[in-house]
T-cell receptor, first 112, second 114 residues
Framework: GDSVTQMEGPVTLSEEAFLTINCTYTATGYPSLFWYVQYPGEGLQLLLK?????DKGSNKGFEATYRKETTSFHLEKGSVQVSDSAVYFCALRIKGSYIPTFGRGTSLIVHP | EPEVTQTPSHQVTQMGQEVILRCVPISNHLYFYWYRQILGQKVEFLVSFYNNEISEKSEIFDDQFSVERPDGSNFTLKIRSTKLEDSAMYFCASTLQGGDYEQYFGPGTRLTVT
């Protein structure tokens, strides 16, 4: 079945460090790929998405590129801030379905 | 900005008890969802609801679970007889329409069954 695997956390970084959170997927169809973020006490929010191979999603300084050859959608940010501390979820959605398949989430902690 | 709200934020209950988790979706949204995340595991889809009926449900959503939209604003998830393994974070979501529309999630209710 369809699945998403993301790196285990927590990921702990100092402010202004470079961030990578790995995400790989397995899908029977041709999925759209998403990153969601959950800040403390809030709901999951869509951070960025990509709908086809080689698309790059970007938002708030975060980027992720849809790599069909490696079935990956790694999240990156060049310089993290304390306010980026949150849980990040990678997800996929197969065409024709409106239900996303999520990964386990990766907690990011950024220290001043 | 409109948001999905959920109450309570944390519910503790004894095994075998009934619990009702409440959600208030965004007011003009038409599709509603429940997900759960057992600690350390993936966020899993439970059920979707549209036009006052279940439109899709997962294998997890067995006879112990039910959903209801009792009035024009609330969307509830009931677990009839809770088990220890029902302990999880439960997320409600809503979307304006089905298909490719973004789902807006609530902050979740942490259910602890003792």
């Amino acid at each position: 079945g369809d699945s998403v695997t993301q790196m285990e956390g927590p990921v702990t970084l100092s402010e202004e460090a470079f961030l990578t959170i790995n995400c790989t997927y397995t899908a029977t169809g041709y999925p759209s790929l998403f990153w969601y973020v959950q800040y403390p006490g809030e709901g999951l929010q869509l951070l960025l998405k990509a709908t086809k191979a080689d698309d790059k999603g970007s938002n708030k300084g975060f980027e992720a590129t849809y790599r069909k050859e490696t079935t990956s959608f790694h999240l990156e940010k060049g310089s993290v801030q304390v306010s980026d501390s949150a849980v990040y979820f990678c997800a996929l959605r197969i065409k024709g379905s409106y239900i996303p398949t999520f990964g386990r989430g990766t907690s990011l902690i950024v220290h001043p | 900005e409109p948001e999905v709200t959920q109450t309570p934020s944390h519910q503790v209950t004894q095994m075998g008890q009934e619990v009702i988790l409440r959600c208030v979706p965004i007011s003009n949204h038409l599709y509603f969802y429940w997900y759960r995340q057992i600690l350390g595991q993936k966020v899993e889809f439970l059920v979707s609801f549209y036009n006052n009926e279940i439109s899709e449900k997962s294998e997890i959503f067995d006879d112990q679970f039910s959903v209801e939209r009792p009035d024009g604003s609330n969307f509830t998830l009931k677990i009839r007889s809770t088990k220890l393994e029902d302990s999880a974070m439960y997320f409600c979501a809503s979307t304006l329409q089905g298909g490719d529309y973004e789902q807006y999630f609530g902050p979740g209710t942490r259910l602890t069954v003792t």
